[in-house]
Nanobody
């Protein structure tokens, strides 16, 4: 079992930067892939980025490339999402999740989810 807790959310002016953290606890051997998702009000949840837990391979959805960076702490129990050049359209609840088995999981293949962190970008 894995527990995930996001932190670092808040309000930021357009063009600013923010770093989200996802602290994982429990059985680290059950984490194969970690991902960041966001869901804006009235819209479907979408994947932002994912990272292979042990190998460090990363993937970004096209709109996030060059603006968002997903990384893993040296002790491998915390995943970060560095966001820069933020626009109001990035306003959403951001959640981290882990998949136990899939290298490139679909949303339904993530097994554990954090509670989410609100990010608000003001114009």
């Amino acid at each position: 079992q894995v527990q995930l807790v996001e932190s670092g959310g808040g309000s930021v002016q357009a063009g600013g930067s923010l770093r989200l953290s996802c602290a994982a606890s429990g059985c680290m051997s059950e984490i194969y892939t970690a991902g960041w998702f966001r869901q804006a009000l009235g819209k479907e949840r979408e994947c932002v980025a994912r990272i292979n837990w042990n190998g460090g391979y990363t993937y970004y959805e096209r709109p996030a490339k060059g603006r968002f960076t997903i990384s893993r702490a040296n002790d491998k129990n915390t995943v970060y999402l560095q966001m820069s050049s933020l626009k109001p359209a990035a306003t959403a609840v951001y959640s981290c999740a882990v998949s136990r088995y899939s290298f490139r999981p679909q949303s339904s293949e993530y097994d554990y989810w954090g509670q989410g962190a609100q990010v608000t970008v003001s114009s």
